[in-house]
Each structure stands twice: as structure tokens, then as C-alpha cells.
């Protein structure tokens, strides 16, 4: 089923037929990370070298999803969602990234995309949620170019055995993190430190994109649907100076238009490729690729949590980067001459400011420069503190605070002619929180983690009821 086809009762706040769902990532809460053939990732071997991940955790374990699948569906159930963004673990599928596809990790989501629609949860299907097996890293992971060409296989191997009951299928999660955190400031799995290695990374996974759309096409239904999740930047200007201005330009193309040129209109920005000349040739860049990376998708997914604010350097004031990026070195290639600044307003647990103008202006800016492409937002919430009352209710106001504008700038866009048609929250559970570890909380079900004891936060009661009503209370 595809979540554009998902019945809905009519909606007087948000439009008929708008999917509500919630979001997570293998890695992030399956746990069984040697059960049943699966193999190492990146993130096994990141998540153990010492001092990359808060406390030493790892996704040994998680959320234990892998065995608690079945409650977790229930929960989604008894919250009315009617759409799980989930992702396959790679290394669970095709062990190693390539040769003999394992079976009893396709059977895994086997069994969880038939327990979602028996529930009447329509299963959205991310193929790469950052966790490359590791064998491939071994042979240069995304730096390689044939790492793309196994991804594809990988595409094909999933699809044939779900497709005909998954509707809608995303290629990548994040490229920008896989490529900017993994392979330039080291602060994601597998650690490389190199911007030339940054911008090599970024290229082979679009490659992959168009290269894993033409095996989904090739395998599923006419009438599934493929998309691509990005975490695109809300970038702004600290002031209307030509500096400030040229500043927010940089950090634009770096965040956004790397991405949207070369996948909706088959180049990457000169201005981009002038500003990183200081980093690479782009030799890397072959014949034929950008054709491949611009295939025609059908909506395009959209991960916001925060606004970033640019200027030009200021050599009187000290030139920290607060770019809600950890690490003592930037993931931005050739951003020299930039400074990050922090947004006004409160901020999560995470120290990012909330800001859901941010949101707004990123989905009209799709609605204009890509009329007529249905978006999602695929990934939206916010990490706090949360605390248990004397009757062991979780209360977490901060988030629903959070939630509530979010939404609202979602309704807003809508109402302003963004075609948005469905909303996942991120995230469904508590989860291990990549270099973070288990010490920051995202979900709206919290996770005992000793006892994998689940408890619907009092947001998952308020998304209930917003999911109900179709609409926001006052």
C-alpha cells in the first residue's frame, strides 16, 4: 500500500487523505546485531572504537525491536498511526554488502510488514539508514564508487521480496550526514576526518540514489512510490551585509542545493563546485552520472529539527561554530570565511534552538522551486529531559510545545499551496542516539532500557488525539 493511498476520514485542520506516521531507523533500535546472519556495520565498529560514542553504548541491543516487534506495532496501533517509516538494515539483508542474500533477515520484515498490515499501518521503507556493512568500508565504503553499484543490488534484493506489499520506498536517509559527519568531521561511523573524502562520500551516494531507483522501478509495482529523504538547512543570514549574505550562499549550497541540483535537474551548482575547488577536482564526477542521479522520484522527504544562522568571519569575535554539529573539526567543506550562530529562542536537549519558522520556510521553498513534487516530512521532534510523575506517567510539555508549532508551520505551509502530504514524527521510541549513546530521548514512547519496558510518553497521547481530530488543539 502506498501512504498516498491511505483512506482517510475528512480532515477540517490538515487535508484529507494527509498520512500521519512516525519514524525510526534499524540501527537505532533493532538490537540482535549478531543474530540470525546478520553482520557487522559501521556502526558496530564505530560504536566500539573507544571514545566515539557517549558511554561506550552500542546497538547491541537497543530497543530490542527485533524480538519486540509485535508490542511495538500494537503501540503504534493504539496511537491511530496510519503510516511506519522504518528502515532495513543492509547488513542484515546482504551480509557483508554483496553475495548470498541472507534469508532469515529478510524474514525479519517479513514478519514485521505483515504484522503492520494486519494492524492497518501502511509500511514506508527506508533502504539506508547509515549502517554500511562494514566489509565495504573495509574496500573504501561510500569513497568507493562500487560501493553505489552494490547498493543497488541491495535495492533489487529488498524489493523483489517486499515490494508487493510495501507502497513507498526511500533510497537514503540523510545523505548529507552519511557524507559531511561520516567521512569530514568524523563524528559518525566510520570516523574519516578528510574533505575531499567528504565530497568523494556525497557523490557515490547520490550515484546510489539513481542507481537504487532504477532497481526499485525495475522491481516493483507500477504504482509504488520512490522517494529520497534530505536533511535540507533553513539557512539564514545573521544580516542583509553583502558578507552575511555571501555567507548564507556557501552554506546553502553545501547544505541544499548539492543535493537538489544534481537529483531534480541533473548538475551540481558552479558556484559549489568554484567555492570546494580548494578540495577537489570533482574527477570523481563520470560521464553518465548525473543522468543516473536526476531519475524522476515521486515526493521528496524532508528532516528538520533546527534553523542554521550564518555570517562572514569577523576577525574582533571568536570564530566558534555552532552549527548543531559536535567535533572539534567542520563538516563543511572549504566553509572557510563562515561562522555558525546559534538561533534565538529555547532549546532542546541536543542544544538545538527551536524555531518552526524554519520548517515553513523550507517547505514553500520546495513549493516554489519544485512546483508540483509531493513532500513529506519525514523526520521531525525533539530530544528533552524527560521526568516520571509519583504515578509513573512520563511527562514531557517541552516536547509537545515542540510538536505543537512544528505542526502548525506544517499546516501553515499546506495552507500556503505546499503540497505536503504526510507528517512522521520523529522518533516512535527512545533509541540509541548514534555518538550520543543512549543519553538523549527522542521518542514519544519511552524505553526503559535495562527492562525494555515501554511507557507512551504523555505526547504520544497528545499525537493520539491530534491524529483523531486531524487537526491541532487550541
Not at 4 to 23: H, M, Q
Not at 437 to 449: E, L, P, T, W
Amino acid at each position: 500500500m502506498s501512504v498516498e493511498a491511505l483512506p482517510s476520514p475528512v480532515r477540517t485542520g490538515f487535508p484529507a487523505g494527509f498520512v500521519w506516521g512516525a519514524a525510526t531507523a534499524a540501527y537505532q533500535i533493532e538490537g540482535a546485531a549478531a543474530e540470525d546472519g546478520r553482520t557487522p556495520s559501521i556502526w558496530d565498529t564505530f560504536s566500539r572504537t573507544p571514545g566515539k560514542v557517549r558511554n561506550g553504548d552500542t546497538g547491541d541491543i537497543a530497543a530490542d525491536h527485533y524480538h519486540r516487534y509485535r508490542e511495538d506495532v500494537a503501540l503504534m496501533a493504539s496511537l491511530g498511526l496510519g503510516a511506519y517509516r522504518f528502515s532495513l538494515a543492509w547488513p542484515r539483508i546482504v551480509p557483508g554488502g554483496r553475495g548470498p542474500v541472507n534469508e532469515a533477515g529478510l524474514d525479519f520484515y517479513d514478519r514485521l510488514v505483515d504484522e503492520l498490515l494486519a494492524a492497518g499501518i501502511a509500511p514506508v521503507a527506508t533502504l539506508y539508514h547509515w549502517d554500511l556493512p562494514q566489509e565495504l568500508e573495509d574496500g573504501g565504503g561510500w569513497t568507493n564508487r562500487d560501493t553505489a553499484y552494490r547498493f543497488a543490488e541491495y535495492a533489487r534484493v529488498a524489493a523483489e521480496r517486499l515490494g508487493d506489499r510495501i507502497g513507498t520506498w526511500t533510497t537514503l536517509n540523510e545523505p548529507w550526514c552519511s557524507a559531511f559527519l561520516g567521512y569530514g568531521n568524523g563524528i559518525h561511523a566510520p570516523g574519516r576526518t578528510s574533505p575531499a573524502d567528504a565530497l568523494t562520500a556525497h557523490h557515490h551516494l547520490l550515484l546510489a540514489h539513481g542507481l537504487g531507483t532504477a532497481a526499485l522501478r525495475s522491481a516493483l509495482p507500477p504504482a509504488a512510490q520512490v522517494s529520497l529523504t534530505l536533511n535540507l538547512a533553513a539557512v539564514r543570514p545573521l544580516s542583509q551585509d553583502a558578507a552575511d549574505l555571501d555567507a548564507a550562499r556557501r552554506i546553502d549550497g553545501l547544505a541544499n542545493r548539492i543535493f537538489l541540483d544534481p537529483v531534480f535537474h541533473g548538475r551540481y551548482p558552479a558556484d559549489v563546485l568554484a567555492d570546494t575547488a580548494e578540495v577537489t577536482d570533482w574527477s570523481f564526477v563520470r560521464d553518465g552520472d548525473l543522468a543516473e542521479i536526476s531519475r524522476p522520484i515521486d515526493s521528496l522527504g524532508i528532516n528538520y529539527y533546527t534553523p542554521t544562522v550564518v555570517a562572514a568571519d569577523d576577525p574582533e569575535r571568536p570564530a566558534v561554530r555552532q552549527d548543531g554539529h559536535a567535533g572539534d573539526i567542520s563538516p563543511w567543506p572549504a566553509d572557510r570565511g563562515v561562522r555558525f550562530l546559534p538561533a534565538e529562542g529555547s532549546r532542546t536537549a541536543m542544544g538545538w534552538p527551536v524555531d518552526a519558522d524554519g520548517l515553513y520556510e523550507l517547505l514553500t521553498r520546495l513549493r516554489d522551486d519544485l512546483p508540483g513534487l509531493p513532500l513529506l516530512v519525514t523526520e521531525n521532534g525533539a530530544a528533552y529531559e524527560d521526568y516520571s510523575d509519583p504515578s509513573g506517567a512520563v511527562r514531557d510539555p517541552e516536547r509537545i510545545a515542540y510538536l505543537h508549532g512544528h505542526l502548525g508551520a506544517v499546516r501553515r505551509a499546506i495552507g500556503d499551496g505546499a503540497p505536503v502530504k504526510g507528517y512522521f514524527l520523529w522518533s516512535l521510541l527512545d533509541n540509541f542516539e548514534w555518538a550520543f549513546g543512549y543519553s538523549k530521548r527522542f521518542g514519544i514512547v519511552h524505553v526503559d532500557f535495562a527492562s525494555q519496558r515501554r511507557t507512551p510518553k504523555e505526547s504520544a497521547r497528545w499525537y493520539a488525539e491530534v491524529i483523531r481530530t486531524g487537526d491541532l488543539p487550541a
